[in-house]
């Protein structure tokens, strides 16, 4: 790049925040992202060209392919355990998160979380993202007794099980209740639990909305609306909710309607196809954010947030409509694909969509063997096939300490027979769906074969 255009960049750029602060309408290109990166590297101290460090932390790299993987970024972000605090050494790393911060807003925003006051990035995933805000109701709410119990509507995923076993903490387990083929959230067992334990026995009650079928959304609004008036914070696993209108539109109305939300949490690499390790903190009161950042212990790494910053001016807001757009229509082709493939093979697929419409089920009925079941799992990864989940009927798992009869199903009542289930996630193309389905119909057409060949 030559070195007028970059003056002209930096200055543009410089501009552009002063004026606007916010998600850019049309992404910008990858050269002009780079040079802003590496010249807001330049304002961190190890960067500079004089000077002698003289404490144990000075941003020193041993290896150059480390210093140009991070950008020359190393003092991190944060201060003495607030992740929210400039970091004298870092200026650059502070400019940079705080204007992620300000663009994940916006994101979130026009994702359909407008009531969105302010989001953090937090460079843990999701799980452990959703035990900080654990430990911060911990530490936070003064009660006479130190209460530990959470309040979990049942979901078979043991990242967001172990987020509360990891933390001391102690599920509380809801099962979920099925009306037709959805699993929903049973709302009156949460109000049950509540008024039999006491409020102030019940340190949170964390819910979730995206899930793999025939698990729906949870119902945000009704839980939101027993958090406030028994005064129990409540925390959102939105993993890779961001995505569905229909996810975002549950917990936007529960904060409308004057239900207790105090923090959303969303994956980067699930919303945003970055690499795994970060996670998006929402919350919808002034104040909530920066209270949640003191309970951070010490510096963080800024290596997610370069990720993000990045893929957030290359993508645009428009990038990022675009790719909604885009999962509605590759979910969409899921739903006909499975279709056919229920008709041709004498399956069905389950009626799920009013609670889940990002991923889909399809029964194995001639497969009751666990065996054959999964077998069908092994033959689609080695087709080149990941993410989609075989469930075989009436397993059971230990987890922790905690044993979940019919474990992947989310609930503990078995269903009549094993299903796979399949995402059309944010990133999702046609072509992948169009692959899964000639993949899966012929795997299914073998397996039969197999089976109807055996004495």
């Known amino acids: 790049m030559p070195w007028m255009r970059c003056v002209t960049v930096i200055i543009r750029f410089r ?30 101290t190890n960067r500079f060209p004089f000077g002698s460090g003289a404490g144990e932390r000075e941003g020193r790299m041993y290896s150059n392919v480390v210093a140009r993987r991070h950008f020359g970024f190393a003092h991190g972000i944060g201060r003495s355990g607030d992740l929210s605090e400039a970091q004298p050494k870092a200026i650059g790393a502070t400019i940079l998160s705080d204007i992620t911060n300000r663009m994940l807003r916006d994101l979130v925003r026009l994702a359909g979380l407008r009531k969105a006051k302010k989001c953090m990035m937090v460079p843990m995933a999701t799980g452990m993202t959703l035990m900080f805000t654990m430990l911060h109701f911990q530490r936070t709410r003064k009660l006479p007794e130190d209460p530990k119990i959470v309040l979990w509507s049942r979901i078979d995923q043991k990242s967001c099980f172990k987020s509360m076993t ?41 819910s979730t909305t995206s899930c793999f079928a025939p698990r729906g959304c949870d119902d945000i609004i009704a839980l939101a609306k027993l958090a406030q008036e028994h005064g129990i914070p409540h925390v959102v696993n939105n993993a890779y909710g961001l995505q569905s209108s229909l996810c975002t539109h549950q917990i936007e109305q529960a904060v409308r309607l004057g239900g207790r939300v105090d923090y959303v949490v969303q994956s980067t690499d699930k919303n945003l196809m970055v690499p795994v390790g970060g996670s998006i903190v929402v919350a919808f009161e002034e104040g909530k954010i920066e209270k949640l950042a003191k309970t951070y212990p010490g510096r963080a790494s800024i290596s997610q947030t370069i990720d993000v910053f ?20 590759c979910f969409a082709k899921l739903v006909e694909i499975f279709q056919q493939i229920a008709k041709e093979c004498g399956e069905k697929v389950l009626e799920t969509q009013a609670g889940n419409r990002i991923s889909l089920t399809l029964t194995l009925t001639t497969f009751t063997q666990k065996d054959r079941a999964t077998e069908v799992g092994y033959r689609l990864y080695r087709a080149g096939i990941t993410g989609a989940r075989v469930v075989p009927k009436g397993e059971t798992k230990t987890i922790e300490g905690y044993t979940f009869e019919n474990w992947g199903g989310h609930t503990s009542t ?38 109807s060949q055996i004495p």
């Not at 299903?419 to 057409?445: D, M, N, W």
Request: hydrophobic fraction near 40%.
């Open 15 to 44: 501009r552009f925040w002063s004026r606007h602060r916010k998600l850019p309408e049309e992404g910008w290109d990858d050269d002009v992202i780079e040079y802003i990166v590496r010249e807001l590297s330049q304002m961190d």
């Open 166 to 206: 990891s933390g001391g903490f102690h599920p509380l387990i809801i099962d979920t209740i099925r009306r037709g083929d959805l699993l929903c959230t049973d709302v009156e067992a949460f109000r049950r639990e509540i008024e039999s334990l006491g409020a102030n026995n019940i340190l949170c009650i964390m």
């Open 310 to 329: 990045i893929t957030l001016l290359s993508m645009g807001q428009q990038g990022f409509m675009k790719l909604l757009q885009q999962q509605k229509e």
């Open 414 to 451: 078995a269903s009549n027979a094993p299903y796979i289930t399949a995402a059309a996630a944010i990133g999702c193309e046609p072509h992948e769906i169009q692959r899964l389905f000639r993949k899966l119909k012929s795997i299914l057409v073998e397996i039969r074969k197999e089976i």
